[in-house]
């Protein structure tokens, strides 16, 4: 079972296609699935896409109404693209995706894979909030994948990996991975921290906060280890503010 995954559709267009996802959901023993703001959900054109077994799956889904709302509580979060280039750097393939997911996961990560509307995919704002990109590899000509395909290559290569047996790990509270929406605080205040000592450039930050983002999402951030940087760079920010005053006395 993939109980530490979760689907996540975000503008998802048709109700059909949310009933398919919810089938290979439950194909791959995943059985975590949220909505962000569909458009005219109709659970009754899904169910029969979803099939008997996954009715379960499309009853308990979630619906929100953001993205922000729908990630908060996630350790690791991934978004998936069909586009590359541009500034979407570091796109893991879905095999590679699938063999760190697995790792989190052993560490005790909460995951979620979002995947974007039927025509459009997600949006660049849309992926900035995510951590990390998927792409699935097809012919050059035929890039295009059916919403509920896409997902199901993706929950069958973390499926492949699931463990014969699983350790019950050992996980105090302080030790706990740094949620998501812990991850987009830290991020607020370390932007604004070297913002503060010219670090960055005044005219864009946020893209130049881009790398560091990319580099601080590869690694496992503990809350303990959270805490840490919070406490850099509230000292960085009352150290300028001295500063500051010493120049204004």
Not at 76 to 98: N, Q
Not at 116 to 124: C, H, I, M, S, V
Not at 216 to 232: T, Y
Not at 239 to 246: A, G, M, P, R, T
Request: some cysteine; glycine content about 4%; overall charge positive.
């Amino acid at each position: 079972m993939l109980d530490n995954i979760t689907v996540v559709l975000c503008r998802t267009k048709y109700s059909e296609n949310i009933g398919s996802v919810a089938r290979a959901c439950v194909n791959m023993g995943c059985p975590n699935l949220i909505l962000v703001n569909p458009k005219e959900f109709d659970m009754d054109r899904a169910l029969p896409l979803a099939t008997v077994k996954g009715k379960k799956v499309l009853e308990r889904a979630e619906v929100v109404s953001n993205l922000p709302t729908a990630l908060a509580s996630f350790h690791k979060v991934y978004a998936t693209t069909a586009r590359m280039g541009g500034w979407r750097k570091g796109i893991l393939m879905a095999e590679e995706a699938a063999k760190r997911m697995t790792a989190e996961i052993e560490s005790g990560a909460e995951i979620a894979i979002v995947f974007g509307p039927e025509d459009t995919g997600l949006t660049n704002e849309e992926i900035e909030i995510c951590g990390s990109l998927i792409s699935i590899p097809t012919m050059p000509d035929a890039w295009s994948l059916n919403l509920a395909q896409a997902v199901l290559i993706i929950l069958y290569e973390c499926f492949k990996l699931k463990p014969t047996r699983k350790l019950r790990p050992i996980i105090t509270e302080n030790s706990r991975l740094a949620t998501h929406e812990e991850l987009l605080t830290l991020y607020t205040h370390m932007q604004q921290a070297l913002l503060d000592i010219d670090f960055l450039r005044k005219d864009n930050p946020d893209y130049f906060m881009m790398p560091l983002k990319r580099f601080m999402n590869r690694l496992a951030l503990r809350r303990n280890e959270f805490n840490l940087l919070m406490g850099v760079c509230r000292q960085i920010r009352w150290l300028k503010s001295q500063v500051d005053k010493s120049k204004s006395d």
